[in-house]
């Protein structure tokens, strides 16, 4: 069963725009999220956290929004680049667990 | 800087030939991590190990084993390439050493071995 999932395959944006990555969780023992970059035949690198005590964590232009009650988080992409184009992966770990549980991804096109 | 190194970015195999993927990891991270990568499938867990001689399976652990002989080196191993194995395999790690509340474990990955299996 999925514990992850981000339920938009694709998402296109023009550039200079915000793109709104989403992902869904259902183990509210998951206390420590992820988002990850990947490129076409490339390994995913890691873009951004946020620990579950927090509702926000921001990097540049990438921004992490966790709502803890709705089990929900999303990333936000401002001002959209061309090179932001890549599948997005988010995760969800349990501090007392060494597992990660992965979403199937959204591939994001930031169209010039 | 992490460095998770997979020693083969793309082989091509015949069905029913051994394989093996190599991993090595510079971090001394204690935990390793196998996945496949699929279009729509996301990232699967095909096994993970948390110390040396562990191993777990993971989601995926059908038609493939594992071996962690040194805590920097997984390995990967389809005893019997099929077809349905052709796919982009993911090596990595992570340390158990995060902070509660601050600092969560982050998992580094490799670059990924292409595998075809014809």
């Known amino acids: 069963d999925q514990q992850v999932k981000q339920n938009s395959p694709s998402l296109s944006v023009q550039e200079g725009r915000i793109s709104i990555l989403n992902c869904d969780y259902t183990?509210?023992?998951?206390?420590?999220f992820l988002w990850y970059k990947k490129y076409p035949a490339e390994g995913p690198t890691f873009l951004i956290s946020?620990?579950?005590?927090?509702d926000k964590n921001e990097d540049g232009r990438f921004t992490v929004f966790l709502n803890k009650s709705a089990k929900h988080l999303s990333l936000h992409i401002v001002p959209s680049q061309p090179g932001d184009s890549a599948v997005y992966f988010c995760a969800a770990s349990e501090w007392s667990g060494n597992q990660f549980y992965f979403g199937t991804g959204t591939s994001l096109t930031v169209i010039p | 800087d992490v460095k998770v190194t997979q020693s083969s970015r793309y082989l091509v195999k015949r069905t029913g030939e051994k394989v093996f993927l190599e991993c090595v990891q510079d971090m001394d991270h204690e935990n390793m991590f196998w996945y496949r990568q699929d279009p729509g499938l996301g990232l699967r867990l095909i096994y993970f190990s948390y110390d040396v001689k562990m191993k777990e399976k993971g989601d995926i652990p059908e038609g493939y084993s594992v071996s962690r002989e040194k805590k920097e080196r997984f390995s990967l191993i389809l005893e019997s390439a099929s077809t349905n194995q052709t796919s982009m395999y993911l090596c990595?790690?992570?340390?158990?050493?995060?902070?509660?509340?601050?600092?969560?474990?982050?998992?580094?990955f490799g670059e990924g071995s292409w595998l075809t299996v014809v």
């Open positions: 990595a790690s992570s340390s158990s050493r995060g902070v509660q509340g601050v600092r969560g474990n982050t998992i580094y």
């Open positions: 183990n509210s023992m998951f206390d420590y």
């Open positions: 946020i620990s579950s005590i927090k």
